[in-house]
């Protein structure tokens, strides 16, 4: 089972900021089976970007996705205030994973 | 639109039985799948299923899940079994969603239900 890790555990940035986050597999992951979440407290996750760089419907353009192999990254170029909540990468090799996700939360 | 029922309650030892009903959506037109998040933690994936049987379990949950539908409700179910105060957690009912251009095929979770509360205690 591929192992995914998120880092960092939490990002504390202020509105306006870059947002950089990092997903990194414990093996290769097809990039067509890379997808990340925004999950808000309360909330069921919410699909942001799929195929390691495809923008889901819906998803402002400040949101993007990049990476291939092991290595992929999840950036958000100026961050609102909807933006601070907690971010999943997932994968899918021969059964789903997430990884255990980043907080990025208001400095 | 996803939608879970079920008991919010479970003893310990017993088996949880869940249901998320479809709308707006023909069951058989796409894979559905459950997931569940424990109080505080992250997500972890357990199963998905087609309409026709074809079905795909978490190694780690496989010998106690199983995963079904009812085509003519529109439902999908699932069932834990022989559960501990671990399995306490927010199950989601979600489609996998299968999105294929340009040659290649894109897997991935959308949407997703509200989620159900299920909590093991005696």
């Known amino acids: 089972e591929i192992v995914l890790t998120q880092s960092p555990g939490t990002l504390s940035l202020s509105p306006g900021e870059r947002a950089t986050l990092s997903c990194r597999a414990s093996q290769g992951v097809k990039s067509a089976y890379l997808a990340w979440y925004q999950q808000k407290p309360g909330q069921a996750p919410r699909l942001l970007i799929y195929g390691a760089s495809r923008r889901a419907t819906g998803i402002p353009d400040r949101f993007s996705g990049s990476g291939s192999g092991t290595d992929f990254t999840l950036s958000i170029s100026a961050l609102e205030p909807e933006d601070f909540a907690v971010y999943y990468c997932?994968?899918?090799?021969?059964?789903?994973?997430f990884g255990p996700g980043t907080k990025v939360d208001i400095k | 639109q996803l939608q879970e029922s079920g008991p919010g309650l479970v003893k310990p030892s017993e088996t949880l039985s869940l249901s998320c009903t479809v709308s707006?959506?023909?069951?058989?037109?796409?894979?559905w799948s459950w997931i569940r998040q424990a109080p505080g933690k992250g997500l972890e994936w357990i199963a998905y299923?087609?309409?026709?049987?074809?079905?795909n379990y978490s190694p780690s949950l496989k010998s106690r899940v199983t995963i079904s539908v009812d085509t003519s409700k529109n439902q999908v179910f699932l069932n834990l079994s022989s559960v501990t105060a671990a399995d306490t957690a927010v199950y989601y009912c979600a489609r996998r969603r299968e999105y294929c251009a340009g040659g290649s095929c894109f897997l991935s979770f959308d949407p997703w239900g509200q989620g159900t509360l299920v909590t093991v205690s005696s």
């Open positions: 707006g959506a023909s069951i058989k037109s796409y894979y």
């Open positions: 299923i087609y309409y026709d049987g074809i079905t």
């Open positions: 997932q994968q899918y090799g021969t059964s789903f994973t």
